[in-house]
Structure formats: C-alpha cells, structure tokens
C-alpha cells in the first residue's frame, strides 16, 4: 500500500514539473517575442500618433473651409468627421502591418466588408434616410423656419437632421416626417419666393352689373396695406353658377409667416364684404326651388290653397 501511494506521488510531482517546465518555456517564447517585435511595437505606435495627428488636423482643416459653404451644420461635421476616421484606420491598418500581422489585416477587411453588408440588409430604411438627408441638405430645398408641404402636411420647418425633418403644423402638432419620404415625394416651399398670392372666391348675384363689380371688387384690394404693389390685383369671372356668377380675386404679398397669409385673406373679404355693401351688390344665398308635384309645376303656395278648399 505505501509503494503505490508513492508511486502515485511521484506521477503527480512528475506531472507538475512537465507543466511548469512547459509553461516557462511558453513564456519565455512569448518574452522573445515581445523581446524581439519590441522596436515594431514602438514604430507601430509611433505611426499610430502620427496619423492622430494627422486626423485632427484633417479635421480641423475641412471644418474651416467647409463652414464657408452653403453645407448645413450636420453634412459638414458629417464629412469632417468621416475624414478623421478614415485616416485613424488608416494609421491602424499601417502600425498592423508594421508588426507583420498582414492576415490579421486581411480578415479585418474582409471581416468589415461582411459585416457592412449584414447591416446593410438591417438598416435598409436607417441608411436610405441618411443618404436622403445628405442629399436634402445639399440640394437644400428647404430651411429651419420655411412653411413647407410634404406628405399631405403642412407646417413650420422646426428641425433638419440626417434621418428626418421635423414640421409643425399650423395647429400645433408636431410631425416627423423620414428624409426618404420627403425626398421621394413632391414637396412644396411656400417661402422660397417671400411672395404668396391670395386667390379668393367671390358670388355675386346675376343680376350685378359685372363691370362694376370688377370695378369695386378691385378698388377694395388695392388699398390693402398687406398687399404688394408691384403687382397688379387680378379679377377672373369663373362660371355661371345656379344662384351666383362666381370670380376669383388675385393678389400678392409679403410672405414669412402662416398668419401672413390668413391675416391678408381675412382682411380682403372684410374689404370686399363693404365694398358691396356701400354699392348695393348682393352675395346671393344659394337657391332651391321645391316642386310639390309628382309631374312638376306645382309650388307650396299652390299645394296650401287646395288643402284650403281653394283653386288647385
């Protein structure tokens, strides 16, 4: 019994030193290594602060000159950014291959190329909203604070970034509207010119003299102090309608703001409401003739006499 437990001991002591002897020599391999890439190892940081500097300077560089640009906040620190990054992995990729790890760089390529094309097919709708925001803030179709239309909303241009825009309706509401759906449908700029026309919907009675309600319809805009002088005030007869002849009443005005444009119209139909008045030119109410009669031809005035007894 105490021959084997011996000879047990001395297996595991056996064991232990078979170990010990193969780690020594794993670490001492690794220590030649270090040893012996050392001076790599420094180059390699050494070009590692060399392309950070390079970066920042690359970035600082673009940013002044960018800002000059019509470029929007967003797209420049976009590009500023992007070239500060693409130079640090630059600088990453050189100090690898500095330490003669060429594969590790080639599977890290090829690495990021899979994995670019995985989040590709995820964020199909994230990066077709980037794209479209960078576009949008090239072509600079609209800015913060211009009244827009886009997707059946209209409102006030409160925010622009890379992945959407945000509108406040005129009611308050606030919509955020994806920069891929704003820039694959029509969009309207009410504020691009600073002028809006007002077009107004006017009846009048067919028995009005029609040159004179030009005349008068007219005379009441001219004086309007919203309205643009520069352009003429415009009056188109439209159609005869059942109880109305109908017009349109154009003019132009100063635009920056919604109740530019509603505080202008309301004061046009004030305007035009007493010009009629003072000359006597009626607004009609629409007008419905009521026939009691299965063949026609019988009015209520007729139908009341004969259920009194009288003719009819």
Do not use: C
Not at 54 to 79: E, M, Q
Not at 196 to 215: G, I, N, P, T, Y
Not at 258 to 286: H, L, Q, W
């Amino acid at each position: 019994m105490q021959t084997t437990a011996t000879t047990d001991t001395s297996v595991v002591i056996a064991s232990v030193r078979d170990a010990a002897t193969l780690l020594t020599a794993k670490l001492q391999s690794w220590l030649d290594v270090v040893v012996t890439k050392l001076p790599n190892f420094v180059v390699a940081l050494l070009v590692l602060a060399i392309f950070w500097v390079i970066a920042r300077t690359v970035r600082d560089t673009l940013k002044r000159a960018l800002i000059r640009t019509p470029l929007t906040v967003p797209i420049v620190s976009l590009i500023t950014q992007s070239a500060s990054m693409g130079v640090i992995a630059t600088g990453i990729f050189v100090g690898l291959g500095v330490l003669g790890l060429d594969k590790t760089v080639s599977s890290l390529l090829a690495g990021v190329g899979i994995l670019g094309i995985a989040l590709g097919f995820a964020f199909q709708d994230i990066g077709a909203n980037f794209m479209a925001g960078i576009v949008l803030s090239i072509r600079q179709s609209f800015s913060i604070g211009d009244v827009i239309r886009s997707n059946e909303h209209t409102g006030t241009v409160r925010d622009i970034t890379l992945q959407s825009t945000t509108v406040q309706q005129f009611t308050g509401e606030m919509v955020w509207l994806p920069n891929k759906a704003v820039i694959s449908n029509p969009l309207v700029n009410f504020s691009t010119t600073g002028e809006r026309r007002v077009d107004l919907e006017v009846r009048v009675s067919h028995e009005a003299d029609m040159e004179k309600v030009r005349r008068v319809a007219i005379a009441a805009i001219e004086p309007l102090h919203a309205r643009l002088e520069s352009r003429p005030v415009d009056l188109y007869y439209t159609d005869f309608a059942e109880s109305s002849i109908n017009f349109t009443i154009r003019f132009w005005i100063d635009f920056a703001r919604e109740p530019d444009y509603r505080g202008a119209r309301s004061e046009a139909m004030i305007a035009i409401r007493k010009a009629f008045r003072r000359e006597g030119i009626s607004i009609p109410f629409p007008i419905r003739t009521l026939d009691f009669s299965p063949v026609g031809g019988v009015t209520l005035g007729e139908v009341r006499m004969g259920s009194n007894g009288g003719p009819g």
